[in-house]
């Protein structure tokens, strides 16, 4: 059974900061990897979408890194803004069959101004 | 193009009541997946369909739950004889096919069980 891990919880940072997220998951065998954010009551956004071939996906200040042999992904958000305070998700997509999303539990961005 | 679109957005109930969930994918696409966030756990899956079709439940609590997808108009998730503990914000997502990319999410709804 798939299992998605975010770490931190929760962060803390200034503006301006450079930050990375991180995403564990323990089977590799995925199809995709997607990062979302929520906003408070809010459904997601997605941020990323990165195919299990590809190493990396950029938008903009964001620039989502995928080892699928080790099971990771980060998630780097450059010149960080309090208007990106929000919660990231992780999700991984398996690679069989009708394979639906498994979500980590987020982290949770504050950036202060 | 609208995105995915979820009514209720807030639906309040009594214990015992039931509790109706519309979901319209977005325009093109015939793939619907349901969701369920409780406060302070991640989401997790509840249940897959396509166009009449079900084609996997395995996250659907065994008693209570339904879920459809008619050939016209939105998908449905039933919930009947509601507890407390389904209060939770369900979410519905929508692709325009199988394994081909992301999968957008619309607003939520949020269930209060009273």
């Known amino acids: 059974k798939q299992e998605v891990t975010q770490i931190p919880a929760a962060l803390s940072v200034p503006e301006g900061e450079n930050l990375v997220l991180n995403c564990s998951f323990t089977d590799s065998a995925i199809y995709n990897l997607q990062w979302f954010r929520q906003d408070p009551g809010k459904g997601l956004t997605s941020l990323l979408l990165?195919?299990?071939?590809?190493r990396e996906q950029t938008s903009g200040r964001l620039n989502a890194s995928l080892d699928k042999s080790s099971g990771r992904s980060t998630l780097y958000i450059a010149a960080s803004q309090p208007g990106d305070s929000a919660t990231y998700l992780c999700a991984v997509r398996g690679e069989s069959g009708y394979s639906t999303l498994t979500f980590g539990k987020g982290t949770m961005l504050l950036v202060s101004p | 193009n609208a995105g995915v679109m979820q009514n209720p957005r807030h639906l309040v109930r009594r214990r015992g009541q039931e509790a109706r969930l519309r979901c319209s994918p977005m325009k093109g696409h015939s793939h619907v997946y349901w969701y369920r966030q409780l406060p302070e756990e991640g989401l997790k899956f509840m249940v897959y369909?396509?166009?009449?079709?079900?084609?996997?439940e395995s996250g659907m609590p065994k008693e209570r739950f339904s879920a459809e997808f008619p050939k016209e108009g939105p998908s449905i998730l039933r919930i009947q004889q509601v507890v407390r503990g389904d209060s939770a914000a369900y979410f519905c997502?929508?692709?325009?096919?199988?394994?081909?990319?992301?999968?957008?999410f619309g607003e939520g709804s949020r269930l209060t069980v009273l």
């Open positions: 997502a929508s692709s325009p096919g199988v394994n081909t990319g992301e999968l957008f």
């Open positions: 990165i195919q299990s071939s590809q």
């Open positions: 369909l396509q166009k009449e079709n079900i084609i996997d």
